[in-house]
């Protein structure tokens, strides 16, 4: 499963003035009109995307921000990859083999693959990024899967073999592990390797600069085994106003950008706006939820936490803040997929249930109507990130909501990188309102297992139930699907018992892309999986590199 933390539903930008790019045509004679005719693949044009966050790293084992994924999806790739119909297909691997008894999976590599600085890539990289990952002074949140592997071996140049004492079911999923490149970080101590900011990788897109706090630069890989992309460049900026990048957009200056439900239903339904932009809509492969602090006194009792579920009400928040436009959450995972348990008994909003819940926990209320206990007030504080609306919107129905029970909360938002290096990784939180991406396997060891509770690892809400443990390593370790399913139920009851989050929704994502680009392809997987795919015609770009 891929896991990152999510910056926020929407993808925002600031204004366009880059001396490193200009129009490629004068106004005399300019572009197209956004829509125009498609008169075919072309190569050129820069493609404009946008972050509320800037990236942390650009290593990927060491990320765990969404922010960072994302520019590294294009500069590096694994051996596998999920295709448009969520289906594992070859990247730098051509092909594989399963051993009968599905222990030992050997990956054929292709050849002719080059590093973006010429060197070869070969099946010592894969093995050099396997004993990276197992290396116990990489600080990653990622290690448990490697680790899962007996034996990893490079047969020859071409020829990377992994092999498992028992079965392990997400075994080849986890191989779209983006690979390292042995020349540049052998025997280096990878935390302090300049790739950090200036990476070297296989993928569509070479590294071109990184001023922080304000835009990645990419710029095509003329080499790429898949075929050159479309795009000379990709450039995510960075700007957390929220308002900014919504009039960037419509007038024109960036080429992407994730709407809010909002935005979507009501500030975009004009003609100019049609005309200049297509708008998509399908069930995210996310979740946003209230998590909270089990290291802190006031969060430890279950009935506790059943009781902030239980004064929530989900459906206030997804009629009011996302306009219809998501599902409740009930656990981890997306409603639809085959270990997505439809009978999880969640805590329905019940205002009375949640002040019975606190009375038994020993809370009661005082004069003033606030929840006390041992002459303390119950209040906390719920903390977010910048540049996400929907977020904050929703924190301030969770405080109305809670001030209904007599809890006061407090709502403090915090920019996007220093929220994860201050915050997060230090475990200084009482309440986080965040999300998490998910994949097309259940496997969510790394978020929910005791294990991983250490610093940088993902599991920073500390929950520890040895039954889910249980249930976690069992489901990885089998390859029957129903047995798996059995497992992964039963692991969404116990999390429904336990509530170490409010589940809150599982969004529809609401992309906005310019109308000059083609070769969109909506599938299963979204829009993005075929994103070096997309192009804009000749007489429709706008945007070059300047030779200065």
């Not at 070869?120 to 290396?135: G, I, K, S």
Request: glycine fraction near 8%; charged fraction near 20%; hydrophobic fraction near 40%.
């Amino acid at each position: 499963m891929k896991i990152a933390l999510l910056k926020a539903i929407m993808l925002p930008l600031g204004l366009f003035t880059l001396s490193l790019i200009i129009g490629c045509q004068s106004a005399a004679e300019g572009p197209s009109p956004p829509g125009g005719p498609d008169t075919g693949p072309a190569y050129g044009d820069i493609f404009i995307d946008g972050t509320i966050g800037d990236a942390s790293t650009l290593i990927p084992p060491l990320a765990s921000d969404s922010a960072s994924h994302e520019i590294a999806s294009l500069v590096y790739n694994g051996l596998v990859k999920y295709n448009g119909d969520l289906q594992l297909v070859g990247d730098l691997a051509e092909s594989w083999e399963i051993s009968p008894d599905g222990l030992t999976i050997t990956f054929k590599l292709r050849r002719g693959v080059r590093w973006h600085d010429g060197q070869p890539f070969t099946a010592q990289d894969a093995l050099f990024t396997y004993q990276v990952m197992v290396d116990p002074k990489t600080p990653t949140a990622y290690a448990g899967d490697y680790k899962q592997v007996a034996k990893a071996e490079a047969v020859d140049d071409y020829t990377f073999r992994v092999t498992y004492p028992k079965p392990f079911a997400p075994a080849l999923g986890s191989w779209g592990l983006a690979m390292l490149p042995k020349h540049l970080l052998a025997g280096e101590d990878i935390t302090r390797s300049p790739l950090a900011r200036h990476p070297i990788g296989t993928g569509p897109f070479r590294f071109k600069s990184w001023k922080t706090q304000d835009r990645i630069i990419l710029t095509y890989n003329p080499d790429y085994f898949d075929g050159r992309p479309f795009f000379n460049g990709y450039i995510a900026m960075v700007k957390p106003d929220q308002a900014t990048i919504f009039m960037e957009l419509k007038a024109g200056n960036i080429d992407r950008m994730g709407l809010t439900p909002l935005q979507y239903t009501r500030q975009t339904d004009y003609p100019k706006f049609q005309r200049m932009f297509n708008k998509y809509r399908y069930t995210a492969f996310a979740y946003t939820y209230l998590g909270y602090n089990l290291e802190d006194p006031k969060f430890k009792d279950v009935r506790v936490r059943q009781a902030l579920t239980s004064a929530i009400n989900k459906q206030e928040i997804i009629d009011g803040v996302l306009l219809g436009m998501a599902v409740p959450a009930t656990g981890p995972y997306k409603p639809g997929t085959w270990f997505y348990n439809p009978q999880v008994q969640d805590f329905p909003f019940d205002p009375e249930r949640a002040k019975a819940l606190l009375a038994e926990a020993g809370w009661r209320l005082n004069a003033q109507g606030i929840q006390e206990k041992e002459g303390q007030p119950f209040e906390f504080t719920i903390l977010t990130n910048q540049g996400n609306e929907v977020r904050v919107r929703t924190a301030e129905i969770i405080q109305r909501r809670l001030r209904e029970v007599g809890i006061l909360v407090k709502i403090r938002t915090v920019e996007w990188a220093a929220f994860i290096k201050d915050f997060i990784e230090k475990r200084r939180f009482e309440a986080v309102l965040l999300g998490w991406t998910t994949g097309q396997d259940p496997d969510v060891f790394d978020i929910w297992h005791s294990s991983k509770t250490n610093p940088g690892e993902l599991n920073f809400i500390h929950y520890k139930n040895p039954e889910v443990d249980r249930l976690l390593e069992e489901g990885r370790h089998t390859f029957d699907q129903a047995k798996r399913r059995a497992c992964y139920f039963q692991f969404q009851e116990i999390l429904a018992h336990d509530q170490p989050y409010t589940f809150l929704f599982v969004p529809d994502a609401l992309p906005a892309v310019s109308r000059r680009v083609h070769g969109i392809k909506p599938a299963p997987a979204g829009i993005s999986y075929n994103f070096i795919k997309w192009y804009v015609p000749a007489g429709q770009q706008k945007y070059r590199f300047s030779l200065e």
